[in-house]
């Protein structure tokens, strides 16, 4: 059910999405009725989740980073995410620590295929993987069973999962540009651990969960590697 | 300006969805455990205590119970309970894979049992009939494992006009009498299997008094496990110095009925 609800929510904010973008871009379109397929890249963006740096400086609990990179083939965009997350809980009675980098490779379709600026709204898909340790240090006293004191980890853990991605990229300012991604991550797998299942997956969240959403704020730089295609015909 | 209400919008998205951990039923770390007759009739349980070594104290005292819901260690993948009943002692030792998982700062962590498993135990016989354990608060559909008990064929159920003190009781052959407290309206009185009569001895403070009953017996097996049994019925009042005994119904069932109705 919740599943559902999040593909539905996705679905939602991809229409509102493409709904606006077509407005902003309404106008240019006037000018521009057709572009030559051109696969060959017109360029590399480079970016990085601003979220995830704002949060590391404001929650003690969280230190992370993100970057971001896509190329652009025709319509069609090679995406790769590289990214480093530890989190650092601790209680009264149990303390946690994580820490771990992920990748996530996969491709997104601009909708905006006509905007001359390259802008973008997107859909995508992933494949995602982490490798992270985790490490629980429990001191509490049982109703039953009395003291508990012990020591648990998890040494380099491999999970992989899937998501669907939408978003957006804007071109704000000459090279600069900003974006957000909406991710639905789903079918989370990882190596089969003895004592200790893992809790917090970098890159995904919490394990237990079936699906999770995440979402980016990005600043992307985008560096051109040739002139996009003069082939923009004027009515 | 428009696109920066597009990244506001969005944060409004992401606030909304984030995922809080929830701090219900996090552990499942009850051994649900129900008592039942050979032959698929719910049991009442009399016992004195269930506990474990490794615990602190006892999980159950001077109770009937049809089922119980008993805490598995969390410290090890064994845990045996020892359990004294009314009419004899057992021990059943469960054995279980244990795992525990961070939920969060305001939950704590979880232990996740699975793989349940009974092993040689001193029951009649013992059925395990899920091997993951059932979460705390246990529902109500929660069960693990089926003890079976062979049937008591001589327990006869006497019921007193009113309360009374009942100091001691007992039979004229060797025999373990369940007494849960001092002051009873009921009792159950195990009859002589071996023999066609059984006197009862009352102590109300300082009054004693017996009560003589007798009885058809006829040897059968209901079930392999139990080997031959007698079967009770005929039940009539031979001799007493009750001021009144009523016969209610002159047949033993289990759970027992009222078979005596006594006034003292």
């Given at each position: 059910m919740r599943s559902l609800h999040n593909i539905l929510l996705l679905i939602l904010i991809s229409f509102t999405a493409s709904a606006q973008k077509e407005a902003d871009t309404a106008e240019k379109k006037a000018d521009t009725v057709k572009q030559k397929k051109?696969?060959?890249?017109t360029g590399i963006r480079l970016g990085t989740d601003a979220f995830a740096l704002v949060k590391s400086t404001y929650d003690e609990s969280f230190k992370g980073w993100e970057l971001n990179a896509d190329v652009d083939f025709y319509r069609y965009y090679l995406a790769v995410d590289y990214g480093y997350w530890g989190r650092t809980y601790i209680s009264e009675d149990t303390d946690y620590s994580n820490d771990g980098t992920y990748v996530r490779i996969g491709a997104d379709v601009n909708?905006?295929?006509?905007?001359p600026d390259k802008n973008m709204f997107f859909v995508g898909m992933r494949y995602a993987a982490s490798r992270f340790s985790e490490e629980m240090v429990i001191n509490q006293i049982d109703e039953y069973w009395g003291p508990i004191s012990t020591t648990i980890n998890n040494d380099n853990v491999n999970a992989r999962w899937f998501e669907v991605t939408t978003g957006v990229r804007v071109k704000i300012w000459k090279m600069i540009w900003l974006g957000y991604t909406a991710r639905l991550k789903f079918a989370l797998s990882t190596d089969n651990t003895t004592d200790m299942l893992p809790s917090d997956v970098p890159?995904?969240?919490?394990?237990?969960?079936d699906s999770y959403w995440g979402f980016n704020y990005q600043i992307f730089v985008r560096l051109p590697v040739r002139k996009p295609p003069s082939t923009l015909l004027k009515k | 300006m428009k696109k920066l209400s597009w990244f506001v919008c969005f944060s409004l998205f992401a606030v909304s969805c984030l995922n809080e951990a929830d701090?219900?039923?996090?552990?499942?770390n009850a051994v649900v455990i129900y008592f039942k007759i050979l032959g698929g009739k719910a049991d009442l349980f009399e016992l004195y205590t269930i506990q474990s070594?490794?615990?602190?104290?006892?999980?159950?005292?001077?109770t009937a119970v049809s089922y119980v819901a008993l805490p598995i260690n969390p410290k090890t993948e064994e845990t045996v309970f020892t359990i004294i009943g009314a009419y004899a002692d057992y021990e059943l030792p469960v054995t279980y894979n244990r795992q525990v998982q961070f939920v969060s700062e305001d939950c704590g962590e979880r232990y996740v049992f699975s793989n349940l498993n009974v092993l040689e135990?001193?029951?009649d016989s013992v059925l395990l009939v899920s091997t993951t354990p059932a979460p705390v608060?246990?529902?109500?559909?929660a069960k693990n494992i089926e003890i079976y008990r062979c049937p008591r064929t001589n327990l006869a159920g006497i019921t007193f006009k009113e309360k009374v003190l009942l100091s001691d009781v007992t039979v004229n052959f060797p025999a373990i009498i369940y007494q849960p407290?001092?002051?009873?309206t009921t009792i159950n009185l195990p009859l002589?299997?071996?023999?066609?009569t059984t006197t009862f001895t009352f102590s109300f403070g300082n009054a004693t008094k017996t009560l003589k009953v007798s009885y058809l017996k006829e040897p059968e097996t209901l079930f392999q496990e139990c080997g031959e049994q007698s079967l009770i019925s005929k039940l009539y009042v031979n001799?007493?110095?009750?001021?009144l005994v009523n016969i209610l119904n002159d047949s033993i069932e289990d759970l027992p009925i009222k078979n005596f109705e006594i006034t003292p």
């Open positions: 051109d696969f060959i890249p909708f905006l295929k006509k905007d890159g995904y969240g919490r394990a237990e969960t | 701090c219900y039923q996090l552990n499942n070594a490794d615990a602190g104290g006892p999980f159950l005292v001077d135990n001193n029951f608060p246990v529902p109500s559909s407290t001092d002051s009873v002589n299997p071996n023999d066609t001799v007493t110095d009750l001021t």
